[in-house]
């Protein structure tokens, strides 16, 4: 169970974090949390959906896999693939919000965390390393793109562009598999809109994140074909 608590140079001036990616770290997810400024790199790697939150609107995430537990970008020699989402970065971090200050919080159950191997949080001296100011600029980023997904789910819902999509998948052994429960871009309904309607999403830098979302869609050709390998190698 996570057990977050406020990051400090006293009580966790020896703290050490350890950067690899592997199942052991907890690595091992289906997906991850993203948001549009963060499309453009995501897309390239994997497929972006969207899925129902708790509160009833919708998240987007980057697609490792098909089932819970699934990451097929995990191999022996740790994530293979040129990006990886900045909510899987971040970890063991965690942001919280105070009032009008951010703060940094860390999980102690985290396999990551050590006290002897790893990159060092804190200088011996009780300065920030480099690492943890790439984390609190990482954390920061996740926190802006957050916000900033509020006000492009509540547009694409405006205008009717997510659409519930199920995927089959035929593995090459000729097993099948299916995919439901997410949301994509309903490209018919985009086709659709008028002249300014899109002038409007442009202008708030929507539209081109909606376009990256459409682009990913190819990346479950990646997946399938990863799928494929992995069914191949425990047969």
């Known amino acids: 169970m996570a057990k977050p608590v406020l990051l400090n140079n006293i009580d966790h001036k020896d703290l050490h974090v350890q950067t690899g990616r592997g199942a052991h770290f907890g690595d091992n997810v289906m997906s991850a949390l993203t948001f549009p400024s ?134 090459d052994d000729g097993s099948q598999n299916r995919l439901a429960g997410l949301y994509t871009i309903n490209e018919e309904h985009l086709s659709a809109l008028t002249g300014g309607a899109l002038e409007r999403l442009n202008r708030t830098a929507y539209l081109q994140p909606i376009y990256m979302v459409i682009a990913s869609m190819s990346s479950f050709r990646t997946l399938i074909d990863r799928k494929n390998r992995v069914h191949a190698a425990q047969c």
């Not at 899987?88 to 990551?112: A, W, Y």
């Not at 659409?163 to 035929?170: K, N, S, Y």
Request: net charge negative.
């Open 38 to 171: 963060e499309f453009r790199d995501v897309q390239a790697c994997y497929p972006i959906v969207f899925r129902k939150a708790g509160d009833g609107g919708f998240e987007a995430h980057a697609l490792f896999g098909f089932q819970e537990g699934e990451n097929l970008f995990l191999g022996m020699h740790g994530w293979e693939a040129s990006y990886v989402p900045l909510a899987i970065e971040r970890q063991p971090f965690l942001i919280g919000v105070n009032g009008d200050e951010l703060t940094v919080h860390i999980d102690l159950e985290n396999p990551r965390i050590n006290s002897t191997s790893g990159e060092r949080v804190f200088l011996p001296h009780g300065g920030t390393s480099e690492y943890l100011e790439r984390v609190n600029s990482t954390l920061l980023a996740i926190h802006q793109g957050l916000l900033q997904a509020r006000g492009f789910v509540a547009a694409l819902l405006e205008h009717q562009l997510l659409e519930p999509f199920v995927f089959d998948i035929e593995l």
